[in-house]
C-alpha cells in the first residue's frame, strides 16, 4: 500500500536528517506508531496491529497480530493452528502470526498521519534548535522589543523567541511600553506548556550590571580586572567589588574611568541608579571598611569564626554608614558576605564603660566573699 510519494517522503526524511538531525529510523517509529493510532481511530478496531513502512519506497503495511491456540475464543486476537499452517507450517501453539490488513481508504489516512508526523517533529526540532541557542547564552545580556506591558509582566520580541520579564525582574523605578528597546540578562530558558522555549530574562540580578561591566570597560572583558561580587538595591544604589591582580592597574579608577564616563554609561543604562565601585581586598576589615563607603571607618573587629564585624565609625558617620532605611550597611554586608554591626564612637565608648562597671562590680564580690 503506497502512503505517500516516495520521492516526497525520501527528501522529507533526509531534510529532518541532515538540517535538523533526527535520524530517519527515529522519524519512521514515529510515523508507524501514529499509523497504529490513525488506524484504530478510524476503524474502531479492538486487534492488536502492528504498521512496517519501508524506507525507501515509502509503503506501508499494517498487520493484525494474531496469537495461534488450539481452541480460538477471541477469533479478533487469536486463530486456529490448523489456520495458521496455512501463512506457515512451522507455526506452534503460542507463536503469534502477522495477517496483512487492506482497509479501506487507509492510503489517504496514511499520507495524512504521516506529514502530520513530519510537520510536528520539524516544529519540535525547531524549538529544540532554538531552545539551545538561548540556552547557551544564559548568563548573557539580550536585546528584545517590548511585545506586551501588561500586569506586571514584560513580553520581549527576541527574534527567534519570547522574553519573559516577570514583576520582581524589573526596576521598579523603570516604566515601558510597546516598541521601547530594553536591555536584559538571561536568567534561565525553560520549557512553556506546550513544549516551546520560553527565555526568562531580568534587569534586577547583580549578574546584570556584572556584564553591563564587562561590556563597558575593557580591562574587566580582557580579565585585567576581576568583578568580585555584586550587592543591589534595584532602582536606587549598587555595590560593586573589583580587583586587580596586577598592583599597577587601578581597578576602580578604570572602572570609574576619566571623568566619570565609563560608570556613568552604565548607570544610565540602570536609570539612574547609583553605583560604588569598590576596591576588594583579602583582609575582610580592609574589604568591609571599604564597602561602607561613602561612610568614614574608625576600626573594623572581625571574628571569622561567626563571619562577622563589629564596625567603629565617628558619630557624624553613623547615619551615612548605616544608610537610608539601612541600605548602605545591608548592602556592604551583601558585598562582603560578613554580618556587620555598625557602632558610633560615642556608643562604643558608653558599651566599654559599661562592660568596664560590670567588671567592677563582679570584681567586689568575688572580693567579699574571699574576706568571709
Known sequence: MKMIDNKELEIALETLEKERGIKKEYLIEQIEAALIVAYKNNYKDSENVKVVMDKVTGETHIYAVKEIVENVENPVTQISKEDAAKINKKLEVGDTVDIELNPRNFGRIAAQTAKQVIIQKLREAERDIVFGEFNERKGEIVSGIVQKADKGLLVLDLGKLEGIMPAKEQIPKESYKVNDKVKAYVVDVVRGTKGA???IVSRTAGDFVKKLFEFEIPEIYEGLIEVKSVARDPGNRCKVAVHASNENIDPVGSCVG???????????????EKIDVIEWDEDPAIFISSA?????????????DEKSARVIVPDDQLSLAIGKAGQNARLAARLTGWKIDIKSESQFRQMLAEMQEESEEVEEVSEENNEE
Request: without cysteine.
Open 197 to 199: 522555549p520560553q527565555v
Open 258 to 272: 576619566q571623568k566619570g564616563v565609563r560608570i556613568q554609561n552604565i548607570i544610565n543604562e540602570l536609570s539612574g
Open 292 to 304: 561602607l563607603l561613602p561612610a568614614k571607618v574608625m576600626a573594623v573587629d572581625v571574628n571569622e
